[in-house]
């Protein structure tokens, strides 16, 4: 899928995953529920990602089990590589899929243990509203942790996200890039520590990767979010952490500059110098 695509307006989707507990002696249920929301104006990935909802829900797949491979989805869905593997990558978002090279995709159970059902996000379209919903709660968590952040920092976690960070710019594809990217705010987020916050935050991976993705070329990987993520890094070297947080609260606003100006959301008094 292309930046271009990802970005284009006026599409909308109302797609559901849903995550769901089971007790310890059903563990032959399936993972996914079977309902589904489908929208028949949603784009080929929406349309593949519910047939696979339908596939796992319906084929009475468990944890454990292999799904079939890219080949055969994209004969029995008659979609192109490309459509299956966004499928797929949203569905390992979700937990509900681990997908290893020459192994393929196998149903993982990653249910945070407790029923979820997932936020209705409009994942394929970015608005206003949603960034600033979504940028504003991650705000609070990876400024408002500083603390506990600064407490669970060790030399190997600080170099660990240095990495990340590398490997993120060495990257094939802005798509592969923000996944690195992801990475390195989970893993910051996972130094707070919480179990229950990074539940949630893993969650709602899917349109924080859309977040990370709108607007971003190779050069604004390369430059802005890779030095941003550096100078973050480098504030936690020092344990600045009034430096730290207006490096993370920065950054985190960044994307704005990829909304028209018409589409500007309510001013917060943050917003204001």
Not at 172 to 179: C, D, L, N
Not at 229 to 246: N, S, T, V
């Amino acid at each position: 899928m292309s930046v271009d695509s990802i970005s284009d307006p006026d599409r909308h989707l109302v797609q559901q995953i849903k995550v769901f507990r089971v007790s310890n002696d059903n563990a032959s249920q399936p993972v996914v529920a079977a309902d589904s929301l489908e929208d028949p104006s949603g784009s080929a990935v929406d349309q593949v990602l519910a047939e696979l909802r339908r596939l796992i829900a319906e084929g009475g797949f468990k944890v454990g089990d292999r799904l079939p491979t890219e080949r055969e989805l994209c004969e029995r869905f008659s979609a192109s590589r490309n459509t299956v593997r966004e499928a797929m990558r949203m569905l390992k978002a979700f937990g509900v899929v681990e997908v290893r090279p020459k192994v393929g995709a196998t149903i993982v159970d990653q249910r945070m243990d407790r029923a979820f059902d997932l936020f209705s996000f409009n994942v394929t379209e970015i608005s206003r509203k949603t960034f600033d919903d979504i940028q504003g709660f991650r705000e609070l968590i990876e400024t408002g942790a500083v603390m506990q952040i600064f407490a669970s920092m060790t030399p190997a976690a600080l170099a660990e996200l240095r990495d990340i960070n590398l490997q993120m710019v060495q990257a094939p594809t802005v798509v592969a890039a923000s996944e690195h990217d992801l990475r390195f705010h989970t893993r910051l987020v996972s130094l707070i520590g919480n179990k229950a916050i990074l539940d949630v935050y893993r969650i709602m991976t899917p349109v924080i990767l859309r977040i990370m993705q709108r607007g971003k070329t190779r050069r604004t990987i390369e430059g802005e979010t890779f030095h941003e993520h550096e100078a973050i890094l480098d504030a936690m070297e020092k344990r600045d952490g009034l430096g730290f947080q207006y490096l993370m609260r920065t950054h985190l606003r960044s994307g704005l500059s990829t909304f028209r100006t018409t589409e500007a959301g309510p001013t917060r008094s943050s917003d204001i110098p």
